[in-house]
């Protein structure tokens, strides 16, 4: 029974976890890795679909395929938004370097005294703090938009289910608020992690031009 909805459940599970998986490093050189803890994550995240799945499968029909469709409608449109936000991500990224390695001049001159050095670090510096700090400001109108998204389908999904749902308005409201509680949780989960992968390489090119003199 349900053998639609639990289908694109599943596919929903499925694209969550691939979803996790694409957080890798913001690209290779200086780009950290992302901690060991994201796979304990990526396990919990389905976890939890799964459980949500298993509540739900019973109080929808098979026949009412729209709502397979819409949980379908629910992916595609967060996968572009995913794939653009992470895209933005290893952009910046390649912008950021781009702005802050010094070039080869400005490196032979470093080696020429102490003086030019301290006064490089002093200007390298700040452009670190404000090239970094730029970066994460163009994210956060992605972020919003992914947030937006989920809600939007969430209610859309929500709206398609209560027509045909055996449970409670009480039972449905509740499972639909997880869905969405979790998808949002995801979706700021990611926003934070390219946060603390900005911080990380603003640090690391930060010690750049020590590791010069």
Do not use: W
Not at 91 to 104: G, I, T
Not at 116 to 140: C, G, N, P, S
């Amino acid at each position: 029974l349900c053998r639609n909805l639990k289908e694109s459940i599943q596919d929903g599970v499925s694209y969550m976890g691939d979803f996790l998986e694409k957080l890798s490093p913001l690209s290779r050189g200086l780009q950290p890795r992302l901690p060991a803890d994201s796979g304990s994550l990526r396990k919990a995240l389905r976890r939890e679909l799964d459980g949500l799945r298993d509540k739900l499968s019973p109080y929808v029909d098979e026949v009412h395929q729209q709502v397979g469709q819409q949980l379908d409608e629910l992916r595609q449109q967060l996968q572009p938004l995913t794939e653009e936000l992470l895209e933005q991500v290893s952009l910046r990224a390649r912008q950021l370097r781009r702005h802050l390695m010094p070039s080869r001049e400005v490196t032979a001159q470093l080696l020429g005294g102490a003086d030019e050095l301290q006064r490089f670090m002093a200007h390298y510096a700040d452009k670190i703090a404000f090239h970094t700090d730029q970066v994460k400001d163009i994210f956060h109108p992605y972020t919003d938009r992914l947030l937006s998204e989920i809600h939007r389908n969430v209610e859309e999904l929500h709206r398609s289910v209560a027509p045909h749902a055996r449970a409670s308005p009480e039972q449905l409201n509740q499972h639909i608020q997880e869905l969405s509680a979790k998808l949002a949780r995801n979706a700021r989960d990611l926003h934070q992690q390219i946060q603390k992968n900005l911080e990380q390489l603003k640090a690391k090119l930060s010690l750049l031009p020590g590791s010069l003199g």
